[in-house]
Structure formats: structure tokens, C-alpha cells
């Protein structure tokens, strides 16, 4: 395991416990006591958690942990989502994408599509995107026209939000939003921790042909504060095998499409 595959996993810990001993931390991810001590302080200096005598104690951004220490969470899940949701989009499309890890990796597999490589000047396929990772990664395949929204960035996840974020969408229309997700239940539809974020988010599903979300099993069947959009809404749901089949029968009543990468 690396350091930061450690820390991402004693973050999750911490979230989860809201107070850890060393020794507890120690004893779970099989590591030793001192290399405990020495990931709590870094991990003090970065504001992710409060240092304590003998241990630590949750921040209150534990919930929503910035985006370079969510990518290694179900790494591979995510990898498997966005070939299967890429091979969803046709060249000459205008595809949305939001921000987050699950959208990122489907960024980079449009990115380098054989087939969405363009012959001329003309781009083979248009993004809009509010995630300045996404739109910075991308900025260099000429094949691939990048629209970026405007907006205040959030640190946590990188996408502008704002006025200036949702103003866009009064001027464009997209064939495809790839939408991810921190919950999706058939019973509450798409959410996120953030209302900023649902904001953009709800607008670029509104001005879709096609709404397509991306969630690993993890997500699947849960719920986050600020609502997206209705189930009704979501044309295919992309996820993994993890997700009970009770869940995935309860999106195919309610009229979604459940691909399982």
C-alpha cells in the first residue's frame, strides 16, 4: 500500500469513526504505530484532520474529501464505468461532463478514443465541462473541443460553480450529460454534497438529449444533501456488478437503463 493509498484509507476510517486512537489505526490498516503518528501530523498540516493525544479526530470537510484523495477509491470500478459510458458517445457529439473521479477517468478515455481522433481542423467531439481538471487535461488534444464554464472553483472537487457557472447553459445544448454523483437511489434520484454543485449540474442534465450517470456501487442506492435531478430524469445509470439486484430492479422499473461494467 502506498502512503497515499494509506492515507486515503485512514481518512475513510476517520470519516466513518469520527475519533481514532493511534493504536486502533495501527491495528487496521496493519501498519506501524509510528508510521500512524507520522500520517496523522501530515495529515494535520494539510487541515484533513485535528491531532489529538494518542490520536486524531475527524474535520468537518471529512465528508467530502478533495478530489486528489478520492481517486483511488474503487480505482478500478471507476476505470471500467467510464470505458463502458465513452463507448456511449459518437463523434460529432457535445457531451457534458460535471466534475469528479468517475467523470475524470471518462474524460481521459474520450481523450484517447481511436475513432474520435479528427482527420481535419474539425474536432471530432465537443465537451462542456464546470471541472477545471478536466477542462485543463484535455486542453491539449486538439481533437477535442473544450467549453468551460465560468464560475468559482470549489477546492474539494474542482468544478466552478456559481452565476457565472450556470449562466452558460442559457447558450448551449449538449447531445449527452455524463453526470457524477455522490448518491443515486431510485427513490431520490441524483445527488451531491453540495448545492452549488447540483446547480450546475441540474442544468446541464436539463439541456440533454440524453442523461447518463455515472456512480460505483458504493453510491448506488444512497442518498447526499443537494438534489440533482429526479429518477425520471436519468436515461441510462452506468455502474459496476457490486450493486444489489434489488437496486438494479428498482431503476429498471422506474425506467432506466442500468449498465454493469
Known sequence: MTRHERWNALLELLADAG?????EASLRMGVSAATIRRDFDQLAQQQMLTRTRGGA??????YDLPLRYKAARHASEKQRIAAATAELAKPGSIIGLNGGTTTSEVARVLATRADLHAEGATPAITIVTNALNIG????????????LTGGVPRPQSYELTG?????????????V????VNGVAARHGAT????????????M???????????????????????????????????DGTVPEAEVAAFTEAGVRVIQA
Open 57 to 62: 479526530v475527524a474535520q468537518s470537510v471529512s
Open 19 to 23: 475519533r481514532l486512537t493511534v493504536e
Open 192 to 203: 451531491c454534497h453540495n448545492e452549488g454543485e447540483a446547480d450546475v449540474n441540474r442544468l
Open 177 to 180: 450529460a455524463v453526470i457524477g
Open 163 to 175: 452565476p457565472l457557472a450556470t449562466g452558460i447553459f442559457d447558450h448551449v445544448t449538449l447531445d
Open 205 to 239: 442534465a436539463e439541456r440533454a438529449d440524453q442523461v447518463v450517470v455515472v456512480a460505483d456501487g458504493s453510491k448506488v442506492g444512497h442518498r447526499a444533501f443537494a438534489r440533482i435531478c429526479d429518477t425520471d430524469a436519468i436515461d441510462i445509470l452506468v455502474t
Open 136 to 147: 485543463n487535461e484535455l486542453a491539449v488534444r486538439p481533437h477535442v473541443k473544450i467549453v
